[in-house]
Nanobody
Framework: QVQLVESGGGLVQAGGSLRLSCAASGRTFSTYGMGWFRQTPGKEREFVAAISGSGGITDYTDSVKGRFTISRDNAKNTVYLQMNSLKPEDTAVYYC????????????????WGQGTQVTVSS
């Protein structure tokens, strides 16, 4: 079992930055692929970024490439999402997710989820 707790959300003006953190429980964190997803009311959960267990492979949805960076610190059992040049359309609840051995861009492939953190970008 893995428990995930996100933090770092908030209200920011367009063009600003936020860094989300996701702290995981357990001693096998490096064996989990990690993903960040976001969701707005009435819409399906959307893939944002993902990272392999070692941190050597990352993947992003096109709309955030060049603006967001996913990283992880396996010694701290934490994955991060650095979000720069934020836009109003980035407003959503952001969730981190964990999947054993690999990562996916499909949210249905993830076994463990955090509670989510709200990100609001004002224009």
């Amino acid at each position: 079992q893995v428990q995930l707790v996100e933090s770092g959300g908030g209200l920011v003006q367009a063009g600003g930055s936020l860094r989300l953190s996701c702290a995981a429980s357990g001693r096998t964190f490096s064996t989990y692929g990690m993903g960040w997803f976001r969701q707005t009311p009435g819409k399906e959960r959307e893939f944002v970024a993902a990272i392999s267990g070692s941190g050597g492979i990352t993947d992003y949805t096109d709309s955030v490439k060049g603006r967001f960076t996913i990283s992880r610190d396996n010694a701290k059992n934490t994955v991060y999402l650095q979000m720069n040049s934020l836009k109003p359309e980035d407003t959503a609840v952001y969730y981190c997710a964990a999947s054993r051995w690999t990562y996916y861009t499909d949210y249905s492939r993830y076994n463990y989820w955090g509670q989510g953190t709200q990100v609001t970008v004002s224009s």
